[in-house]
């Protein structure tokens, strides 16, 4: 038997030994449904297709798009007769790079996910698969004279269209500034011809020399490091620099060297709300704005941007974690800046950790990976004090400027009177930095005004009728509302258990809640809520972070929101009204994130003229989290908490996978996730705790039981929970087991 190399066409496939008759050309077709492998489909005769090329099929009934995934010359236990013929290869479009389908099959194995629904991910937008439609423009016809009688307004239309480039009519018109009817004229006279426009032209390409920005010399070194690693091959770089120390300004300068190596540049942000002042910033250095991927971008512009990145007419991209799995045909570095940010984990369909899986596709496509963070995660400082990440530390503030002073307040002493929420001390430096003209940041990390609401007389609390949780008074909107399913009703004005109409009260506070005593405090200061669900959306969002970036608020209230990214000029006071929110539950990063948290969210003071204090209201002030905040060392928290975990055989230095069993019927559910329990695999390094009842025990009417598996770091989790699945039984009565490999949530 001859060893021939793979082959990479159909026709390269048969054309190795000479025609073969009966023998139909195959193509294994992945689908983005949740189907555990590729079809064979029929290449009819005429069709050329290889690895990646991106197809519409049949699928039983409908008709869906997917890619080639394979060749082959037979489909081993499937009769000819069932095979079915691919319909449609889209051809506008480049086929599937290898490395992305590495990085598919890659993350299907790791997550445990289906290949075809994490192909879904890169197949997000089947607009971009079609040509885009030319438009009709109109241009001068240089053979036609131009018509005996010129007015003046049909004097301006020609000399618009005196450098030859062709114009829609709209457009021209609206640039002579006459109406359309004197361009209509003008065709029929024959001066203009109709033409065929290309609809989106391709976007200007960002200028990395435009406008270099001085650098401090701890930032130019670091800088140095990153440029000389563009175009060398996979790297990861972990870049831990205290807030205000110029990161941004640092990796800028390894994108500007992707552009001018000819490569393509992804940077991952984890917050919406950052997008409009991170491209403000990247304009004024690279002369023109990134392409933006996010959920809150038209399908119009999703299809541009995907059909950009695949042509290679986008260089740089600024998106949330899913920008991840864009068909990149030139990708040669991939930040993810505030890399221990939460929001890069997806939790449904595929839970998979977006900075981790950028480090993936790094190594696949030999490119390097920066990761920036002013608090990373501890799997990346264990990383990089292992040597497999380089470590780069910008310790100090690029303005010069001094990291803000912390005091505690001890709320067990020094608290604020019954029924108030910001204590003596804090008040008086609200104050006084009102006084001196500078702002002040309040930070709650709570929705709303009120998490639940009681009835006094007869004890009823108003929960969510589809979860296990209170319903969330807004008191701006009018409604209580539920914040895991989006349950809302109007705010009661009665006792629906008892119907007294006096005794209904909130209990504790919100952002909504500071916000009003600090306006009954400070009755001359501007106040601003900052809060996600707040109406306006994204829009609103950006004229207030315009407001604040301008002084035009005194004092902000905010929830975590405030915490990432943000540079206020003015903010010289930040005050958390509850420090210890984050560390009374059973979640085993609580200290590590309530760490980031507050760390990012008091260094939001004195970045830029120095003079920030930060407050931290607590009732455990000898907490080594509070402890390590006020005294502004970091580097042995991080030590602590990594020897937590080694001794715990917790992330990075063990292995957990979550399965979480879910039903609209609990007694279905409970008895899938007994039935998981009996069927765990007898090896002596799987631990199994469980099954318990999640502590969100019904999310949006389905009740939810989880399981804990943990084994060491060297141990194939992967193997063990596959061997699982396939002895336990199948779900039934609309009952799912989601595996979620490296929890972020234990709720």
Known sequence: MTNRPPART??????????????????????????????????????????????????????????????????????????????????????????????????AGWTLATPGM?????????????????????RRVEAVAAPERLTPARKRVLAVLEDGFAWSKSGLAHAAGVSTSVVDGLIAHGALEVVEMRRSPAPPAPDPDFARIPLTGSQQAAADTLVEAVGKGFATFL????????????????????????????????EIALTSAFLERFERRFAVRPAEWHSQITPKQRAAVWRGVGNGDVRVVVGARSALFLPFCELGLVVVDEEHDTAYKQDDRVPYNARDMAVVRGHLSRFPVVLASATPSVESRVNADAGRYRLIELPERATGAPMPEI???????????????????????????????????????????????????????????????????????????????????????????????????????GVERIAEE????????????????????TERMKREMKVIEEGGADIVVGTQLV????????????????????????????????????????????????????FL?????????????????????YDAEIAARRVAGL????????????????????AQARALARCVPADPSLTVLGPAEAAMAVVRGRHRFRLLAMAPRGVDLQKLLRAWLVAAPKPRGGVRVQVDVDPQSFF
């Open 10 to 107: 159909i026709d390269d496939l048969f054309a190795k030994d000479g025609p073969r008759r009966n023998v139909p050309k195959l193509a294994r077709v992945l689908l983005p449904v949740a189907i555990g492998m590729a079809y064979s489909y029929r290449v009819p005769e005429g069709m050329t297709v290889e690895p990646g090329t991106i197809v519409r099929v049949p699928l039983g009934p409908r008709e869906v798009v997917g890619a080639v995934w394979g060749l082959e010359e037979d489909a081993a236990g499937v009769a000819p007769a069932r095979l079915k013929d691919i319909l449609h290869v889209y051809d506008d479009v480049p086929p599937l790079r290898e490395d992305l389908r590495a990085l598919v099959d890659w993350v």
């Open 118 to 138: 994490v192909l879904r991910m890169v197949l997000r937008s089947e607009a971009a698969l079609e040509p885009e439609p030319p438009v009709a423009g109109v």
């Open 239 to 270: 870049i831990d620099g205290v807030t205000g120390s110029g990161k941004t300004e640092v990796y800028f300068e390894a994108v500007a060297e992707a552009i001018r190596q000819g490569r393509q540049a992804l940077v991952l942000i984890p």
């Open 407 to 509: 005091s505690i307040v001890d709320l067990r002493q020094d608290g604020p009177d019954r029924g108030q929420w910001i204590a003596p001390v804090l008040r008086r430096a609200i104050a006084d930095t009102f006084a001196g003209g500078g702002q002040s940041l309040l930070f709650l990390n709570r929705r709303g005004y009120a998490p639940l609401t009681l009835c006094r007389t007869c004890g009823h609390r108003f929960q969510c009728p589809n979860c296990s949780a209170w319903l969330v008074e807004h008191r701006f909107r009018g409604q209580l509302a539920c914040h895991h399913c989006g349950h809302c009703e109007p705010t009661p004005d009665h006792c629906p258990a008892c119907g007294d109409t006096q005794s209904l009260v909130a209990c504790g506070p």
């Open 518 to 537: 600090a306006s009954d405090l400070f009755p001359e200061a501007r106040v601003l809520v900052l809060s996600s669900d707040m109406q306006g959306g």
């Open 563 to 614: 915490a990432k990214g943000h540079n206020f000029p003015l903010m010289r006071l930040v005050g958390v009204i509850d420090a210890d929110l984050g560390l009374a539950n059973g979640d085993p990063r609580a200290a590590e994130r309530t760490f980031q948290l507050l760390a990012q969210v008091t260094g939001r003071a004195g970045r830029i003229g120095g003079g920030g204090r930060g």
């Open 617 to 637: 209201q607590t009732h455990a002030p000898e907490h080594p989290v509070i402890r390590a905040l006020a005294s502004g060392d970091s580097r042995a928290f």
């Open 651 to 670: 992330p990075p230095f063990g292995r957990l996978a979550a399965l979480v069993v879910s039903g609209p019927d609990k007694a279905a559910a409970e």
